[in-house]
């Protein structure tokens, strides 16, 4: 352990409010989470939103308001509208179509279309997190993540220095300011170390993310070649060594951090955490929820005892969480 174990609101307390609504950053404040996420996308006007996905058809009803401006891949891009048009639209909880018909992806959550959500900017949810700290007297970090920089810089967009300079004019600046900025684009975030934040006379936190290279998660471009982006040398001994290079935390998915990466009835750690910690990184994986169906076979069945597990004896420093107020109730009650 580094410090002080901390509860990251994934995508806000998206648990119980849709996701990367501005309710849903405001009940995360109110629960007590240490820290809350911001995934980042952009605008054709250059804003930035705060959106999981560089899509608008899975949480808006984008798809309603302006039929036919979907891409050749059937999506709607939000790089291709203004944040004007963007803010026509109404957001709701994240869903799938099958059939044709919306199906929430989490149906026990809160309902599709009830209540009135909308998409915003990352400025208006900063400007939120403020103000919250300043009218409840309570300080609480932001999480931003930049998302998919490839496609951004294919777009001819630089969503890193966009991002980077909202937090300056915010006044996150150091490593001792709440903020840890993400990535899972290793060469981007080796370009933020390297490049942008000597010449913005930053110095803030930085989390390389790591994904499966089967999720496809990071795609890099060679002209019009898509080439999707090897992780595998991420699980080798010694890779943590060289993420210490450019980053402070890494942000891997909970299952890369047990024994053989795969769920066993019995958890035990593999060499990750240790290493990572030797080298002076933090570790925060994702994602903890409490459903049955998000919770591997060794936590039998108990939120707290999946919790229980990751804190205390895999030795996480924090951990991304739908349900903050749990993750802050386990911490304060066990110490």
Known sequence: ??????????????????????????????????????????????????????FLDRVTDVADRFAGRQRSDGRFHAVDFSLAEIRELRMMERFEVRDGIRRAVYPERFPMGRSTFGVHTFEEEIELVQGLERSVGRKAGIYPEIKS?????????????????????YGYTAKEDRVYFQCFYPAELRRVHDELLPEMGMDIKSVQLIAYTGWKETIRYDGKEEINLDYDWMFEPGAMK????????IGPHYTMLIEGMIEAVVAVANHIVAEAHDEGLEVHPFTFRKEKSEMPVYADGSFERFLDIFYNHIGVDGLFTDFPDMAVKFLKETG
């Open 1 to 54: 352990m580094i410090g002080k174990k901390i509860v990251i609101a994934h995508r806000g307390a998206s648990g119980y409010l849709p996701e990367h609504s501005l309710a849903a950053k405001a009940m995360a404040f109110a629960m007590g989470a240490d820290y809350l996420e911001q995934d980042l996308v952009m605008t054709r006007d250059d804003r930035l939103l705060v959106l999981h996905d560089r």
């Open 242 to 249: 060289t993420i210490a290079g450019y980053a402070d935390a």
């Open 149 to 169: 920089p490839g496609y951004y810089h294919r777009e001819g967009k630089d969503i890193a220095r966009a991002a980077l300079e909202i937090l300056r004019r």
